[in-house]
């Protein structure tokens, strides 16, 4: 019996051991398993780590490129708001015209450089767009009234003193902009981290820009392409639905619409917020660089910037307009008729506005540059459009001989038509349009078709062969 148990301890203490040898080989062979998996973590994790410091080094390098540029955009434009202020208070002791001629010169480059530095930086164009039409007129003045010099004409009083305006208005500019030079010398401003919009499309770099709008800054009236091209702006964005659309159907509707039957490249560039609010595209063809912006809502054309090509014209002016009125209705704008037209070279502008049943929309205006020499669409501009295009109940309740009757006499009518347009306080009217050819020279009248009263009127001149409304 004594045998027999420890017979059985025996074989009990055999099986114990063997039980600890299976452990220890199966903990034996854990070990390099546990550390392969341990040496993988590392490995997994080093690599990014590794990735990680790649992203936030390209990503902190493309935020100083883009810092770079912003910052250099935006003192730049400072420098040359600046050096047109100077220009402006030389002018009216400049007694000959080879002076004057230069130095107006010297404020359209400054002009061009100003509107540069616009165009680049990210703010918000609400801020901006009456100074960017300002320094865009002051281009045109210049330009006109070199036109008046080089043939030998002499400025009138009234055209000079319209530079004193001119600089009343910049110096407003000017005081608004160095005020706050000073506080972002000292607080080391950053352009980017001062780019982001808020939900209503300000951000801090336009707050930084002082208040340029023209609720603040009376802009003086110059002379302008067209009637009713300038100033129809209201804030409230009437011409474009509300539905958004991606940056990818934005790029197809510029591939597939607005360049339709064209080799051509859309490179995407950025979005710009605003009233507007916009995807931003470079476009090359294959002989042209543009510019484009498509809007968000509803995917419009807003913009499209190119230049012409010089050469002496290969189409008429009639051919133009039709060519810029079939592009405006295949791209999406509605029933668009031609209004206005000028030559300056081998470049036609063409103004177009919705016409329907026989009357003209004047302010949902659309502005299209034709090149006269490549036969080609190189310039767009639907702000006004996008602003202000929808269907309107119009009543005219006074009729045309009887509105004919506030013309007085010692005229002619060369021709009449029914309008909506926009007054300076921002109403709109029902207007019959007058166009007629008095002794004095050529004028538009535009008479309320429903209070019978003259509401605009304006006059024809002729610059160096282009006729401009004042």
Not at 161 to 179: M, Q
Not at 342 to 347: A, F, G, I, S, T
Not at 364 to 374: C, P
Not at 430 to 451: Q, S
Request: with cysteine.
């Amino acid at each position: 019996m004594k045998g027999k148990i420890v017979t059985e301890d025996l074989e009990s203490s055999k099986v114990n051991n063997q039980k600890d040898t299976k452990k220890k080989t199966n903990a034996q062979k854990a070990v390099p398993i546990l550390i392969v998996v341990i040496v993988s973590l590392l490995v997994i994790l080093g690599c990014v780590l590794v990735a990680y410091y790649q992203v936030n080094k390209t990503s902190k390098q493309n935020s100083n490129t883009l810092e770079g540029v912003y910052t250099s955009s935006y003192y730049s434009m400072v420098d040359n708001v600046n050096n047109l202020a100077v220009d402006l208070a030389k002018y009216p002791n400049l007694t000959t015209t080879q002076a004057k001629l230069n130095t107006m010169q010297d404020m359209m480059v400054d002009c061009n450089y100003i509107l540069g530095g616009l165009s680049v930086l990210p703010i918000n164009q609400e801020n901006v767009v009456a100074a960017t039409k300002f320094f865009n007129q002051i281009n045109g003045v210049c330009e006109a009234y070199s036109a008046a010099l080089y043939k030998g004409e002499n400025l009138t009083q009234e055209q000079e003193l319209l530079f004193d305006k001119i600089a009343l208005v910049l110096g407003k500019i000017k005081a608004n902009l160095n005020k706050q030079n000073y506080g972002m010398y000292d607080t080391n401003f950053n352009f980017v981290d001062s780019s982001i919009f808020d939900k209503t499309g300000m951000n801090e770099l336009s707050a930084s820009m002082g208040d340029m709008t023209s609720s603040s800054i009376e802009y003086p009236a110059m002379i302008f392409d067209g009637p009713f091209s300038t100033a129809l702006e209201t804030k409230q964005v009437k011409g474009l639905p509300k539905e958004e659309i991606g940056k990818e159907d934005a790029q197809k509707y510029l591939t597939d619409t607005v360049f339709k039957g064209r080799k051509v490249k859309v490179e995407f560039e950025k979005e710009t917020g605003g009233d507007i609010a916009t995807y931003d595209f470079k476009v090359v063809t294959t002989d042209k660089k543009f510019s484009a912006q498509v809007s968000k809502r509803g995917g419009l054309l807003i913009t499209l910037s190119g230049y012409a090509v010089s050469g002496d014209a290969t189409m008429k002016s009639e051919q133009a307009t039709e060519m810029a009125k079939t592009f405006a209705n295949n791209i999406g704008f509605d029933s668009m008729q031609a209004v206005w037209l000028e030559v300056h070279d081998n470049v036609a502008y063409v103004n177009l506005a919705p016409q329907k049943n026989d009357i003209i929309y004047y302010p949902d205006l659309v502005k299209i540059k034709v090149d006269l020499t490549a036969q080609d669409i190189i310039g767009v501009e639907a702000v006004n459009y996008a602003l202000n295009h929808m269907d309107r109940d119009v009543e005219f309740n006074v009729s045309e001989s009887e509105a004919e009757k506030l013309l007085g006499f010692d005229y002619e009518i060369l021709k009449t038509s029914k309008t909506v347009i926009r007054l300076d306080s921002g109403k709109e009217i029902a207007a019959y349009e007058f166009m007629l050819d008095r002794i004095n020279g050529m004028y538009f009248y535009y008479i309320d078709a429903n209070t019978n009263q003259i509401a605009k009127t304006l006059k024809l001149v002729d610059i160096k062969g282009v006729k401009k409304l004042i």
